[in-house]
């Protein structure tokens, strides 16, 4: 069974950083594409950034480029989101994605919540 | 850069109905990248449609997607309670803002 599993989430003042983690279980990690979306309390889906399986290309929604870095472990069989610099805007619901193909997602962790306040 | 807009945002209907929702693009796209999500509240998103027209595993035969270019189509023939969620087109890594099926 595919799990995705995200933690990591939680109370962030404005301008610190913070390291979300998606373990992965059930399929060939190294064999896909991993992608973060995210959800903003009350509104739509916004892709984030993803991550090949070799850990070689990556990329990142220009709005957050320089901000978010995206990475992962084949061997943890994880992956990683590193946020800093971060806003109240990016007060989201965080959800790790398995990436089948140019964007078809087809598992979804639970996802973690990241507030960003003062 | 693609946008995808989803009409209308909300529709309130009951049991039984059938249902077409759209989704439009701001400029063509490849139907194999067109893709249907559902999601019920407190609950991550759960891939219904790929391809413009292919059912995920496990989606009842109800749910129907189609079209071409930049006018897509996801049809519910006859509405269960459990289908009363908001559903989400995409497009490659761009999402439409989201319909909300509300209960009559």
């Known amino acids: 069974e595919v799990q995705l599993v995200e933690s990591g989430g939680g109370l962030v003042q404005p301008g610190g950083s913070l390291r979300l983690s998606c373990a992965a279980s059930g399929f060939t990690f190294s064999g896909y594409w991993i992608s973060w979306v995210r959800q903003a309390p009350g509104k739509g889906l916004e892709w984030v950034a993803n991550?090949?399986?070799?850990?070689?290309?990556?990329n990142v929604v220009h709005t957050m480029n320089g901000r978010f870095t995206i990475s992962r472990d084949n061997a943890r069989n994880s992956v990683y989101l590193q946020m800093n610099s971060l806003r109240a805007e990016d007060t989201a619901v965080y959800y790790c994605?398995?990436?089948?193909?140019?964007?078809?997602?087809?598992?979804w962790g639970q996802g973690t919540l990241v507030t960003v306040s003062s | 850069e693609i946008v995808l807009t989803q009409s209308p945002g909300t529709l309130s209907l009951s049991p039984g109905e059938r249902i077409i929702l759209s989704c439009r693009a701001s400029q063509s796209v490849t139907s194999d990248y067109l893709v249907w999500y559902q999601q019920k509240p407190g609950q991550a998103p759960r891939l219904l449609i790929y391809g413009a027209s292919t059912r995920a595993t496990g989606i009842p035969d109800r749910f129907s997607g189609s079209g071409s270019g930049t006018d897509f189509t996801l049809t519910i023939s006859r509405l269960e309670p459990e289908d009363f969620a908001v559903y989400y087109c995409?497009?490659?890594?761009?999402f439409g803002q989201g319909t909300k099926l509300e209960i009559k």
């Open positions: 991550i090949d399986g070799n850990g070689v290309e990556k």
């Open positions: 995409q497009s490659k890594y761009t």
């Open positions: 994605t398995r990436d089948a193909i140019w964007g078809r997602f087809d598992y």
